[in-house]
């Protein structure tokens, strides 16, 4: 049981170039998540998924793309990069509440690794 | 707008000294979590605090849910060098059922030996 993985754990972009971020999880959660970590602002969160198919837009969605084509993967794509989206990304899964036969812990997200994007 | 404050964003003590992190917001929240985080991982659920007035325990750390539910503090008994990592706070509103969850800006900790 890896949990939540994320691939690629580094990356160099120039400004203009593109790139998909891939995060996957082997737990069969519903909800899924990207962040986004700068020193000082705590996670901000991207976009996010209720389930495989449905996207919706977090508090900073300008500049990225997401896909939720299968359950156990949400991709985060920068169609354009700019500068101003070098950080540190990070996906979270969570459980619906109630499931897995037992008392869920109250929205427990379980994060990846993350993904140190540097964008010159 | 930044609905979870966090104080203080940096702490540096030795080790075996007592320290309190505070989360502090406006907004009523149905659960708070406290998140630990250590370089290069992501961050690690340490403990829901979900009735106001709660208080939970887990081992040298005391974590304590506000009577009504608009902040929590994390209180750490003689702190040690594993302790260092940063601590985010994040709350859940009720009736949200998409589970987001609102992150303070975290409080670095760094313990000394």
């Known amino acids: 049981n890896a949990g939540v993985t994320q691939t690629p754990k580094f990356r160099v972009l120039k400004t203009g170039q593109s790139m998909t971020l891939l995060c996957a999880q082997d737990?069969?959660?519903?909800?899924m998540y990207w962040y986004r970590q700068d020193p000082g602002m705590g996670l901000r969160l991207i976009h996010y998924?209720?389930?495989?198919?449905?996207?919706a837009k977090g508090e900073v969605p300008d500049g990225y793309n997401v896909s939720r084509l299968k359950k156990q993967n949400f991709l985060l794509g920068l169609e354009s990069a700019a500068p101003s989206q070098t950080s540190v990304y990070f996906c979270?899964?969570?459980?619906?509440?109630?499931?897995?036969?037992?008392?869920?812990?109250?929205?427990?997200?379980?994060f990846g690794p993350g993904t140190r994007l540097t964008v010159l | 707008t930044q609905l979870l404050e966090q104080s203080p964003q940096f702490l540096s003590i030795q080790e075996g000294e007592n320290l309190t992190v505070y989360c502090n917001s406006s907004?009523?929240?149905?659960?708070l979590q406290w998140y630990r985080q250590e370089p290069g991982e992501g961050p690690v659920l340490l403990v829901t605090?979900?009735?106001?007035?709660e208080v939970k325990k887990l081992k040298r750390l005391t974590f304590q849910f506000g009577d009504a539910r608009k902040d929590s503090s994390l209180h750490i008994t003689a702190a040690q060098p594993g302790d260092t990592g940063l601590y985010l706070c994040?709350?859940?509103?009720?009736?949200?059922?998409?589970?987001?969850?609102?992150f303070g800006r975290g409080t670095q900790l760094t313990v000394w030996p």
């Open positions: 907004s009523v929240f149905s659960s």
């Open positions: 994040a709350g859940a509103n009720r009736g949200s059922t998409l589970g987001r969850l609102y």
């Open positions: 998924s209720v389930g495989e198919g449905t996207t």
């Open positions: 605090v979900v009735t106001g007035g």
């Open positions: 737990m069969n959660h519903e909800y």
């Open positions: 979270a899964s969570r459980e619906l509440p109630g499931l897995a036969g037992g008392p869920v812990p109250y929205n427990e997200q379980f």
